[in-house]
């Protein structure tokens, strides 16, 4: 399919309107699933734009086939990867180390780079679960609220897992718009180095003092951690830097000229899936069999590793095929006129789009693939440079982050561990995580004006 059936504008855009307000319905209103509810919502676009039935299979085989051979392998080494960070003790090594330097006074920032570091590689709800005995930990000692630790922590796992990859989210997205995931890194490394400092230390420092939140008390009684049996500290950010130091290496030698000699054996290194692999293997060895784990039992953790991987896929590929009916039909064009008619930068236009959904649908990652899908769809995106997509990645990390409410299993999730009710869980966590993605949108807005 390129494009050589021109469809009426009107009817392209009446389509686009009843095919998403039916994807939206049967997310919200009728339960179906989302990978179901976002396949349906692309045909039948397609069927109402008046695409010929081929173009329509032709668009859904490009959808899944061009996005899963970016991102299958990605989530797949990044799943194993944050399983033996997990299951080894390395999050909470990274976390006690960095409490321990940080001291009680500044903990609370401890636990925001550690949230931050631990959510790339370690999915948000598995980190949450590991960490979370540390920040009520730290309130029973120090007899606080405990939202004035695990605040900064939630802020700091939900900048991790929604812009710096290899965590799935902006893996997806940087796919979609056909931008290196080094800058994608910088800009999310640089957004979310903000957005954890305004949403984490400092939202928690005034929620700890408004709301004074008693840690739950089946863990008022437990002991507390045997950091004995824990692995080495530089060992485990020395395994957490692997992916994220040889990505970045291969993206910056192609613009540093000192770079220039070694730059065929940086982009072999850095191509993301080798850069995981390398990474993988690495834990395997000295967060695995060195720290007590045979080869059987390692092989199991990394299996049982893969089994949310799949929900994860599915839903992306069917992101995918949203983005190429959209684009396959003629809509993106239509979209992209109306973007450039409104003057709106595409950074903006990107985290309202993801912002709406975010806030209709409340999964971030529906969110981030539909927003993805509708931003590629548009033509020209070639001619921005890659700097500015990693800004529009980040706009759409961070409209998919804002407002998370009712329809947010992460809204749930926390207050189910926190001990909190819905209005104070809405008063805290909500706030919290709206200035995770409005700053980090911030950031990346202003970066795109100097680019």
Known sequence: MNGTVTLDPTRLVV???VGLALLLALIIKFKIHAMLSILIGAVVIGLIAGMPFQDIITAVDDGIGNTLKGIA????????????????????????????RFGDRKAAWALGITGLVIAMPVFFDAG????????????KRTKRSSLFYVIPLLA??????????????????????GVDLGWVILVGVFCGIFAMIAAGPIWGRFCGKKYNV???EHVAGQEDLDESKLPGFAAVVGIILIPLVLIVLKSLASVIPALKGAEPVLSFLGQ????????????????????????EELEKIMTKSLEPTGLILLVTACGGVLRYMLQYSGLGDVIGNAVSSANLPLVVVAFLVAALV??????ATVAMTMAAGIVASMPGLDAYSPMYLACVTAAVAGGATVCSHFNDSGFWLVKSLVGLDEKTTLKTWTIMETLVGGTGFAVALIIS???
């Open 15 to 17: 389509a686009a309107l």
């Open 73 to 100: 392998l990605l989530v797949g080494l990044g799943s194993m990867f944050g399983a033996i960070l997990e299951v080894s003790g390395g999050a909470q090594t990274l976390a006690v180390t960095m409490i321990n």
């Open 128 to 139: 949450l679960i590991i960490l979370i005995p540390l920040a009520f930990s730290l309130a």
């Open 156 to 177: 700091g796992l939900a900048v991790g897992h929604a812009f710096i990859p290899p965590t799935p989210g902006p893996v997806l997205v940087a796919t979609m718009l």
């Open 214 to 216: 008693a840690i739950p």
């Open 272 to 295: 993301p899936f080798i850069a995981l692999l390398i990474a993988t293997l690495a834990a395997m060895i000295i967060l695995g069999t060195r720290h007590g784990y045979s080869l």
């Open 358 to 363: 975010r806030i209709c649908v409340g999964s």
């Open 449 to 451: 004006f100097f680019v």
